[in-house]
């Protein structure tokens, strides 16, 4: 996907351990969001920013944490990976309300064991 | 709680046929978005109907937007193989005037045979 890569890709952590997820832009989009997909669920918000240390919490936020140091790094970290956060992960950035919709990344599909 | 609910969950034609998705959404929204995902990938932004506008549309795509029953759908004319993917719409809230964060659908499966 044309400006946005998420990494890594795949990953399989053991239950407790912290994980950390990288989404990075070469677009200079204000707006950066975290999705987890799950079956049965669609795609629900973790966590968004709308600038470089603007962040807030989305509908599923417990047990994530996020940071934006810099405009085209977007950081989401499980503190202490248990199983239901099993999922595939994606990042996603906008430019606002006149740029349309958003532009995906190719996701992370996430095992905690 | 999901904003949009995709109907219907899945759907299989044949090739050549028309593809309509539906979808329904509970309160006031700035814009709705249609977005296609094939399996394995990320989702691709399709199209994007504002809440001032009736009808849209993008080569075979045709989107409707009736806010009265706060519902869209979403019209694939003359299907190919290559449309077999999963289908999400997305609301954007309205927060004044100003686009809120996408809430998406479950989304529905198409399926197009050869």
């Known amino acids: 996907d044309a400006g946005i890569t998420q990494s890594p890709r795949h990953k399989v952590t053991e239950t407790g351990t912290p994980v950390t997820l990288r989404c990075h832009q070469t677009?200079?989009?204000?707006?950066m969001y975290w999705y987890r997909q799950d079956p049965g669920h669609g795609l629900r918000l973790i966590h968004y920013?709308?600038?470089?240390?603007?962040?807030d919490k989305g509908e599923v936020s417990d047990g994530y944490s996020v940071s934006r140091s810099k405009t085209e790094d977007f950081l989401l970290t499980l503190e202490s990976a248990t199983s239901s956060q099993t999922s595939v992960y994606f990042c996603a950035i906008s430019g606002g309300d006149r740029a349309g919709g958003y532009t995906f990344g190719s996701g992370t599909r996430l095992t905690v064991v | 709680s999901q904003q949009g609910e995709e109907d219907p969950q899945a759907l299989s034609i044949q090739e050549g046929e028309n593809a309509t998705m539906n979808c329904s959404y509970k309160?006031?929204?700035?814009?709705l978005q249609w977005y296609r995902q094939n399996s394995g990938r990320g989702l691709v932004h399709l199209i994007l109907i504002r809440s001032n506008e009736r009808e849209k549309h993008s080569g075979r795509l045709r989107v409707t937007l009736d806010t009265s029953k706060k519902s869209s759908s979403l019209l694939i004319t003359a299907s190919r193989a290559a449309d077999t993917a999963s289908y999400f719409c997305?609301?954007?809230?309205?927060?004044?005037?100003?686009?809120?964060?996408?809430?998406f659908g479950k989304g529905t499966k198409l399926s197009v045979k050869p």
């Open positions: 920013s709308y600038g470089v240390k603007d962040t």
């Open positions: 997305a609301t954007a809230l309205n927060y004044g005037g100003s686009q809120g964060n996408l809430i």
């Open positions: 309160t006031s929204i700035n814009n």
């Open positions: 677009e200079n989009h204000r707006y």
